[in-house]
């Protein structure tokens, strides 16, 4: 849960967490003191967003998972593992998540997920899940987990251990890693569950096979698509991981608005719209009316979320385009597969302006 209201009273923050409701208030857990309202968005794409937690660990830890008393419930700690983390010289943060639980025989337990997704192979990885986990345990004094998914394409690369020795003295850990590509082989039974992380692996396996089948990934992103709404599961489910769906599986502009319209069918055959009123289309649709105000904000947000914080010429020269262009680079801010790519639509976009009546193709 996302708390706005940065006046909340500490008495109803210790309520929230003594009913066991994970929960993260703005000024006080994440931001700073004093944000304003437009600054909030912006933050919220920002945050790693954890979903369905209990059954990533369902599918990924099965045993770990057996021995959690989820009937106690679970509260993520992101501010602590930004104590930890905040001056870590191991290079650049992953999506790592810190939550707290309670075992079934009643001991608080801290489990550090990293996911690593990198197209390949990091040699500070397994250095980096070792430095987390000691300095947590130093800090905190508390058992801490540390649990890895690699969602990268070398197959020969499986990092589950690290340690150095010195004269007899050999620290070490060593680390639980699941390895998506080995789902490759399980094909019939990731489409016959119901977990919402079959769906992930299987979207994030077509990424890797679609590269470069745009019509592949077409016919694939909307059998994906057209599943969440057989399994049954409720609007937010679907968004959730639509929203994933979407973003691994990005498609060339003619094969994506054949799939928006396919999109549209179903949902009118189902009698749900939940998908087609999603971020894009309404982002889309605002920058078509012209909408003056915010317009670079809400690109500038879809670019952070998806590639951290962005370097500042790179953000004012976004913000002085206008109208179309904007509309324009909303499409790269989707399509994009690397910064580099985003600044180069930027630079010819810039480039379109200053000779007045081209147009960029």
Same mark, same amino acid.
């Given at each position: 849960m996302n708390i706005l209201d940065e006046n909340m009273a500490e008495s109803q923050r210790q309520?929230?967490?003594? !009913?066991?409701?994970?929960?993260?208030?703005? *000024?006080?857990? +994440?931001g700073r003191q004093g944000l304003k309202d437009k600054e909030i968005i912006p933050l919220l794409l920002e945050l790693h967003r954890v979903t369905f937690f209990t059954l990533d660990f369902d599918f990924y830890f099965p045993d770990a998972h057996g021995d959690i008393d989820w009937s106690q419930g679970y509260e993520f700690l992101d501010k602590e593992l930004q104590q930890v983390t905040r001056d870590a010289e191991l290079g650049r943060r992953?999506?790592?998540?810190? /939550?707290?639980?309670?075992?079934?025989?009643?001991?608080?337990? !801290?489990?550090? +997920?990293? $996911?690593? $997704?990198q197209g390949q192979q990091q040699a500070e990885f397994a250095e980096r899940m070792y430095v987390y986990n000691y300095r947590l345990y130093d800090r905190y004094r508390r058992p801490v987990a540390s649990l890895a $998914? @690699?969602?990268d394409e070398k197959d020969g690369w499986r990092p589950a251990e690290f340690s150095y020795e010195l004269w007899g003295c050999r620290p070490s850990l060593v680390f639980p890693a699941v390895k998506l590509l080995d789902y490759r082989s399980q094909g019939a039974s990731l489409e016959a569950s119901r977990n919402p992380f079959a769906t992930v692996v299987m979207a994030h396996l077509t990424a890797q096979e679609t590269r470069h089948d745009p019509a592949a990934r077409q016919s694939r992103k909307l059998w994906l698509t057209r599943r969440l709404y057989k399994l049954g599961y409720d609007r937010q489910q679907v968004l959730d991981l639509f929203g994933f769906i979407d973003w691994v599986l990005q498609l060339p502009g003619p094969q994506e608005l054949a799939f928006w319209r396919d999109v549209q069918e179903i949902e009118e055959e189902k009698r749900m719209q939940y998908v087609t009123s999603v971020?894009?289309? *309404?982002?889309?649709?605002?920058?078509?009316? *012209?909408?003056?105000?915010?317009?670079?904000?809400?690109?500038? /947000?879809? @670019?952070?979320?998806?590639?951290?914080a962005l370097p500042p010429d790179l953000a004012l020269r976004i913000r002085r385009l206008r109208g179309p262009q904007m509309l324009f680079l909303l499409d790269v801010a989707y399509s994009a597969a690397t910064l580099d790519e985003v600044g180069a639509a930027v630079e010819a976009l810039a480039a379109q302006a200053g000779h007045g009546s081209q147009s960029l193709q």
């Amino acid at each position: 849960m996302n708390i706005l209201d940065e006046n909340m009273a500490e008495s109803q923050r210790q309520l929230l967490r003594s !009913w066991r409701i994970p929960m993260r208030q703005i *000024g006080y857990d +994440v931001g700073r003191q004093g944000l304003k309202d437009k600054e909030i968005i912006p933050l919220l794409l920002e945050l790693h967003r954890v979903t369905f937690f209990t059954l990533d660990f369902d599918f990924y830890f099965p045993d770990a998972h057996g021995d959690i008393d989820w009937s106690q419930g679970y509260e993520f700690l992101d501010k602590e593992l930004q104590q930890v983390t905040r001056d870590a010289e191991l290079g650049r943060r992953y999506a790592d998540t810190l /939550a707290k639980v309670w075992r079934q025989d009643g001991q608080e337990t !801290w489990v550090l +997920v990293h $996911v690593e $997704v990198q197209g390949q192979q990091q040699a500070e990885f397994a250095e980096r899940m070792y430095v987390y986990n000691y300095r947590l345990y130093d800090r905190y004094r508390r058992p801490v987990a540390s649990l890895a $998914v @690699l969602a990268d394409e070398k197959d020969g690369w499986r990092p589950a251990e690290f340690s150095y020795e010195l004269w007899g003295c050999r620290p070490s850990l060593v680390f639980p890693a699941v390895k998506l590509l080995d789902y490759r082989s399980q094909g019939a039974s990731l489409e016959a569950s119901r977990n919402p992380f079959a769906t992930v692996v299987m979207a994030h396996l077509t990424a890797q096979e679609t590269r470069h089948d745009p019509a592949a990934r077409q016919s694939r992103k909307l059998w994906l698509t057209r599943r969440l709404y057989k399994l049954g599961y409720d609007r937010q489910q679907v968004l959730d991981l639509f929203g994933f769906i979407d973003w691994v599986l990005q498609l060339p502009g003619p094969q994506e608005l054949a799939f928006w319209r396919d999109v549209q069918e179903i949902e009118e055959e189902k009698r749900m719209q939940y998908v087609t009123s999603v971020e894009r289309i *309404g982002l889309q649709q605002g920058l078509q009316q *012209g909408l003056q105000q915010g317009q670079a904000e809400l690109v500038l /947000a879809k @670019l952070t979320q998806r590639f951290g914080a962005l370097p500042p010429d790179l953000a004012l020269r976004i913000r002085r385009l206008r109208g179309p262009q904007m509309l324009f680079l909303l499409d790269v801010a989707y399509s994009a597969a690397t910064l580099d790519e985003v600044g180069a639509a930027v630079e010819a976009l810039a480039a379109q302006a200053g000779h007045g009546s081209q147009s960029l193709q």
